[in-house]
């Protein structure tokens, strides 16, 4: 196999292929939308941290609370069902928040209400989305599709903040989140054109465990519960990137809406290189790689708060990038290949609940730092934090793994699962 079809094989599966291509279309437009809330927000506030701070922390909450459910719904239910449910009501939310821009009507607290519904919608959306991922694919290509879904995410992270930033100058932000909600419905339309025969499912049972099953099965595999552990703290102290990256581009830069957009496309840039980078990944990456990647995030966020100049800044926000989306995408390689295919669904919401609900949390730590010491600040406590708790990985991961005769007993009964589902 050629290099260049190992990195695209997955999409010569059809269902893999209007997955991608509904993706693309609904996440740019869901960037689009966050750049142009982000900015009406602050230009409603008078750029207040604070206020910005109150919209992260409420569109996040409801993965705190709900995404354990959410991924139980994904273990029991018909994961195309759950997601084309998820992104109508996406859709009606962000046409309903449109509309009171464009008629002058949106408030504040319109913006607290629509952010704290959206990340309902999200707590089911999301273990679905990245579940269902084996299901178009089946196990070989797991790997290869799930860094895939990552590099198309980026491509829309980088398309749609520089969309976004010179549409809001040239029409406004309502217009903006009406092509939001347009967006969703290429979602939607893809899930109902794929062929249902075709997805690699695994065979329903009677089982009714729930979300504390799940935790107990968890329990007992240190390998993932390091990882995870891992991932919390740099959720919580590092990746707060929708508040900070707005506070650095609009008080210590004074970037306009063009400018201010140009930082999130750096950022996504740099996520895009890393998600290209992992297609080729076909095995479970070890822990001492997901504590290294780790690492190097830590180094690239402290560096990013020092940044002198706006040019010095965008290319550090490269550099991020780049080491957010290695992190991110090895630890949940690690945990979604680690995992058996009954509880993946599960195992999948607490990564999410750890990853983005750990976020109003952060956003609150952040946003009060950044009001104390300045937007700098949230860069460079949040890089050494990550960087101390990477070192404290590194050595306990030493010692942390699962047995080898615990692990090739796990890893050929999971195979034997995956064999029975494709």
């Not at 590099?151 to 040239?170: D, E, H, I, K, Q």
């Not at 099953?213 to 390998?223: E, F, I, K, S, T």
């Not at 750096?266 to 822990?287: D, K, N, Q, Y």
């Amino acid at each position: 196999m050629t290099s260049a079809a190992g990195v695209l094989a997955s999409l010569r599966i059809r269902n893999f292929r209007l997955f991608a291509t509904g993706q693309v279309a609904s996440v740019a437009g869901t960037w689009m939308m966050v750049v142009a809330q982000d900015w009406l927000v602050l230009e409603m506030t008078g750029d207040s941290g604070t206020a910005l701070g109150i919209v992260t922390a409420l569109q996040f909450t409801p993965i705190l609370l709900f995404t354990l459910y959410g991924g139980r719904l994904a273990d029991r239910y018909d994961k195309r069902a759950l997601l084309t449910a998820a992104n109508s009501a996406a859709c009606v939310l962000a046409l309903a928040l449109a509309v009171l821009v464009l008629t002058d009507a949106v408030r504040l607290w319109w913006l607290y209400v629509f952010a704290f519904a959206l990340g309902l919608v999200n707590a089911v959306e999301v273990p679905a989305r990245m579940s269902f991922v084996s299901e178009l694919v089946g196990a070989e290509l797991l790997p290869n599709a799930s860094a895939l879904s990552a590099a198309y995410f980026n491509v829309a992270r980088v398309v749609g903040p520089a969309a976004a930033g010179l549409l809001v100058s040239l029409l406004g932000t309502g217009w903006v989140m009406l092509l939001n909600a347009v967006s969703y419905l290429a979602t939607v339309a893809a899930l109902r054109r794929m062929d249902p025969g075709a997805l690699h499912r695994t065979a329903r049972t009677a089982d009714r465990s729930g979300v504390g099953d799940g935790l107990r099965y968890l329990a007992g595999r240190r390998d993932l519960v390091i990882a995870l552990s891992l991932v919390a703290v740099i959720a919580v102290a590092g990746m707060n990137f929708q508040l900070t990256l707005p506070l650095l581009a609009k008080t210590v830069f004074h970037a306009d809406a063009s400018s201010f957009g140009l930082v999130t496309t750096a950022f996504a840039a740099g996520s895009l290189t890393a998600a290209f980078s992992g297609t080729l990944r076909r095995s479970r990456p070890s822990a001492r790689l997901v504590a290294g990647s780790a690492a190097l995030f830590g180094v690239a966020e402290t560096a990013t708060g020092w940044a002198p100049t706006y040019p010095a800044a965008l290319a550090l926000l490269f550099l991020t990038g780049f080491a957010t989306t290695h992190f991110a995408q090895a630890a949940n390689h690690r945990v979604q290949m680690g995992s058996e295919p009954s509880y993946r669904g599960r195992v999948l919401a607490l990564y999410t609940l750890i990853l983005q609900g750990s976020t109003p949390l952060g956003a609150v730590l952040v946003a009060w730092l950044s009001e104390q010491a300045g937007a700098r600040s949230g860069f460079v406590v949040g890089g050494l934090v990550s960087l101390g708790a990477a070192g404290v990985a590194l050595v306990v991961g030493e010692g942390a793994t699962v047995s080898g005769a615990d692990t090739a007993v796990r890893e050929k009964k999971g195979a034997k699962e995956r064999g029975v589902a494709s």
